[in-house]
């Protein structure tokens, strides 16, 4: 079982950026698909990225397309979220998610395995 923490959190202003990470226990996240979403306020959770198996295919989000990375650190077992050009619209709640099909799904039943949610706020 993958189980996905946060190690980042917090307040940025507008056109910072800010790292989250998500790092596995009982499992090795090279072995998963592993994705991000965010939750705004009284909405369902959207799809923001999805790291391949590869760990180099990713996918986007329009929204967050040439703001966002999603990499990993296989030595660490830890995959992160870059965010750059961070903008008031982007604060959110980000939750990792992470599914041992090998499909970069964009939809949340497509994941098997989630982190606590992690607060994010961009102020303008």
């Known amino acids: 079982e993958v189980r996905c923490r946060r190690m980042g959190e917090g307040l940025v202003q507008a056109e910072g950026s800010l790292r989250l990470s998500c790092a596995a226990t009982g499992g090795t996240l090279s072995s998963y698909v592993v994705a991000w979403f965010r939750q705004f306020p009284g909405t369902e959770r959207e799809f923001v990225g999805a790291l391949s198996m590869n760990g180099v295919t990713a996918v986007y989000a329009d929204s967050v397309k040439g703001r966002f990375t999603i990499s990993r650190d296989d030595d660490k077992n830890i995959v992160h979220l870059q965010m750059r050009n961070l903008k008031p619209g982007d604060t959110a709640v980000y939750f990792c998610?992470?599914?041992?099909?090998?499909?970069?799904?964009?939809?949340?039943?497509?994941?098997?395995?989630w982190g606590q949610g992690t607060q994010v706020t961009v102020s303008s």
């Open positions: 998610a992470a599914t041992y099909r090998n499909s970069a799904s964009r939809a949340t039943s497509g994941y098997d395995y």
